[in-house]
């Protein structure tokens, strides 16, 4: 089974920006989708963006869209979440996952990530 792993979580202001990636242990299917979902402090997993790996295209929900953008780089089979324009409201752990469907339904996903912090300030 792929082993994901997160990297590039931390603390930045309010209107600020991070990249988040997520390396994959083995190439991915073609038909393989790579999601970030996210858990604040008291809430359940919400989904935040997903990549179809071949061809690249993409969903993000709306609390996100406009200020994140899901990418993914084929030779070292990586995904990215680049966040700009950051809220306070996005505070969370940040995880990589795994389906092979198109569907912000995260228990499609079979292989998750441990996770990254992201804390953004006032």
């Known amino acids: 089974q792929v082993q994901l792993v997160e990297s590039g979580g931390g603390s930045v202001q309010a209107g600020g920006s991070l990249r988040l990636s997520c390396a994959a242990s083995?190439?991915?299917?073609?038909?393989?989708?790579y999601a970030w979902f996210r858990q604040g402090p008291g809430k359940e997993r919400e989904f935040v963006a997903l990549?179809?790996?071949?061809?690249?295209?993409?969903f993000y929900a709306d609390s996100v869209k406009g200020r994140f953008i899901i990418s993914r780089d084929n030779p070292s089979n990586t995904v990215y979440l680049q966040m700009n324009s950051l809220k306070v409201e996005d505070t969370a752990t940040y995880y990589c996952?795994?389906?092979?469907?198109?569907?912000?339904?995260?228990?499609?996903?079979?292989?998750w990530g441990q996770g990254t912090q992201v804390t953004v300030a006032s």
């Open positions: 996952a795994v389906a092979e469907e198109y569907t912000s339904n995260p228990s499609a996903y079979s292989a």
């Open positions: 083995q190439r991915p299917y073609s038909r393989s989708v």
């Open positions: 990549v179809r790996w071949h061809g690249g295209s993409a």
